[in-house]
């Protein structure tokens, strides 16, 4: 038995093949107007609105296809481009940026005494270890750095050069453990000692009892432990605590330097 799809495709010869020699037919008597043509022409009629009708889908489709296909190669074009202009706004507004910190480092250099020699570096690594808090700057014996100078910030203080190579130096930051700044009160003149404690804040140890100090209070370097120059910010007080029996008050400070995103310093290079 033959399958309807191999019936219809007979069935679509054998009408062509009708409409073929209908064709023939009518192309001897082209000026008739016989029985035979009008036959003819209603058994070809709708066979060639079928092709053309299918020739014009297809056209259609065709033009269609293709001005997709332009329309989604302009669109991929006009992505990229605006992927481009998107890195390029973030990198116009990262140097932004960099420009406003750097002015903030000159205006600092333009403050500080003649006597004081600036050099600005870049943080470029951080001290993988737990145990320590301490960042590499990109400068080093090279430029002028020794072990001992002191490393600030528009903001204040950021801490210590530790150690010292041909191109880098190894800076130990005031919130480290090991890290002691001798420092004072600015408002009431308040001596104590700023230890850091391996968090985001340090310790102002060493403040008797009875010394007037609050919180929000200002704690500047004192200039007495030799490391640092007298009078460079270092953070504000911002808890207080005093024992029922303790000689001193346990004071903690909040640093001015924001250290977790830090990127330019200044060390004070020996005059």
Known sequence: MFSKRLLTTFCLILFAAVNFILLSISAKHRQGNSACDRVVMAGMAPFQEGVTQTIRFCEHVW?????????RQESDHLQEVLAKMRLEKSQHLESEIACQRFRKL????????????????QIV???????????????????GVSKGMPVIAPEGIVGQVVAASYGYAKVLLLTDRSSAIDALVQRTRTRGIVEGEAKAYC??????RKAEISVGDTVVSSGLDGVFPKGLRVGSVMEIS??????????????FVDLERLEQVL????S
């Open 203 to 208: 310790h102002f140890k060493y403040v008797v």
């Open 125 to 143: 690594g951080l001290d993988p270890s737990i145990w320590f808090r301490t960042v590499i700057i990109n400068k080093g014996v090279h430029d």
């Open 63 to 71: 033009r269609h296809y293709f001005s997709l296909v332009t329309t």
């Open 106 to 121: 000159l205006l600092l250099d333009t403050d500080t005494p003649l006597s004081q020699r600036l050099l600005a570096a």
């Open 267 to 270: 060390v004070i290079l020996e």
């Open 242 to 255: 005093k024992g029922p029996s303790a000689i001193f008050q346990e004071v903690s400070i909040r640093p």
